[in-house]
């Protein structure tokens, strides 16, 4: 099992950096694939980043793409998520989340990961 705890999180202008880290407890943090996702008021929970276990492959929402990016940590149990040029419209709790990603893996489904964290707010004023 892996119990992800993140942090990072505040209240930023348009255009600022923000980086979130989100640390695995647990002994087999460097086998589970960890993914980031956000949640604004009123909307579903949607899928912003992950990465695979070896940090072989990474996966971007549309959204994100060329301003965030995930990497890891292994000997720190850790998944940063540098978020650069930062909108309004990123406003929302993020997620850390935890998956073995086995065969089939599809992550950009919210139901595919077994581990989430209780998420640290983001706020990015205009």
């Known amino acids: 099992q892996v119990q992800p705890v993140e942090s990072g999180g505040g209240l930023v202008q348009a255009g600022d950096s923000l980086r979130l880290s989100c640390v695995g407890h647990?002994?087999?943090?460097?086998?589970?694939?960890m993914g980031w996702f956000r949640q604004a008021p009123g909307k579903e929970r949607e899928f912003v980043a992950a990465i695979t276990w070896s940090s072989t492959n990474t996966y971007y929402a549309d959204s994100v793409k060329g301003r965030f990016t995930i990497s890891r940590d292994n000997a720190k149990n850790t998944v940063y998520l540098q978020m650069n040029s930062l909108k309004p419209e990123d406003t929302a709790v993020y997620y850390c989340a935890a998956d073995l990603a086995l065969s089939g893996w599809r992550p950009q489904r919210v139901d595919e990961w077994d581990y989430w964290g209780q998420g640290t707010q983001v706020t990015v004023s205009s």
């Open positions: 647990g002994q087999s943090f460097g086998s589970y694939a």
